[in-house]
């Protein structure tokens, strides 16, 4: 299969997951509600996130919103703690919002709250460019420029990353696609493995319908698991594409 069928396919599956839900909810209420359902079903992603060193120390939730049009909003929600003999030690909490039209990238929203210091990220297309702006400064990124947030196979276009946190950006080495099982407590899952290689290592594991059910950063401190452990509407998406509903 072609990356742009992989990058497609989640939002098409996100969107026809919103479109049942909302079919089901006419069938059971009166009056129309159509013009509201659509984004009333958004997907989560629950990961449990785990340090190489540290062990379990927090968790990481997207929540994609498709709509009609080709438009997509993720909402990411990050908490991080690490503890030693029961003194924090690190914190970490962030809250992102990226839209999206298409595979494009159009505005970007994030703050990153690393103890008790936030630090707020905006980006916004334009032209043929996107534009990111932090403390720091201001950045030109070229258009296909992705955060560092594998919420879909669509990272796979772009060979350029934003890092959500700090705003800098990098380029990178999109490679893989090998079939891996993976065991994800106690279920066997099948997945494709992509690395991605830059300045920070991620290794990437999509399943069958291109949903990230795993990846892993690999940064000085030591390898960060981000393992999924729920997905919200999911098994809608799926009775939906195989017609069981």
């Not at 955060?147 to 990353?161: E, H, I, R, V």
């Amino acid at each position: 299969m072609t990356e742009d069928g992989i990058g497609m396919r989640v939002y098409l599956w996100a969107y026809r997951a919103a479109v049942f839900y909302c079919a089901a909810l006419v069938a059971i209420t009166i009056g129309g509600l159509s013009s509201v359902c659509e984004a009333a079903a958004p997907i989560q992603l629950t990961y449990r996130v785990t340090h190489s060193v540290y062990g379990n120390v927090g968790t990481y939730i997207n929540t994609i919103e498709p709509s009609a049009g080709g438009t997509t909003t993720v909402h990411t929600r990050a908490h991080f703690e690490v503890k030693m003999i029961g003194i924090k030690m690190y914190s970490e909490d962030a809250q992102r919002t990226e839209h999206w039209q298409g595979n494009r990238l159009i505005w970007f929203s994030g703050v990153t709250d690393k103890r008790g210091t936030p630090m707020v990220i905006r980006g916004e297309a334009r032209g043929n460019s996107f534009i990111i702006s932090s403390p720091e400064g201001t950045i030109t990124a070229p258009a296909n420029v992705h955060p560092a947030n594998p919420w879909s196979a669509n990272f796979l276009y772009s060979n350029t990353m934003m890092r959500p946190d700090n705003g800098k950006i990098e380029k990178v080495r999109i490679s893989g696609g090998e079939p891996v099982v993976l065991n994800l407590d106690g279920r066997s899952v099948r997945t494709q493995k992509y690395d991605v290689n830059g300045a920070i290592r991620y290794e990437v594991w999509i399943d069958s319908k291109g949903v990230p059910v795993m990846f892993v950063v690999d940064d000085d401190s030591g390898k960060i698991t981000f393992t999924l452990t729920s997905c919200t509407t999911c098994d809608l998406a799926v009775a939906q594409q195989v017609g069981l509903k």
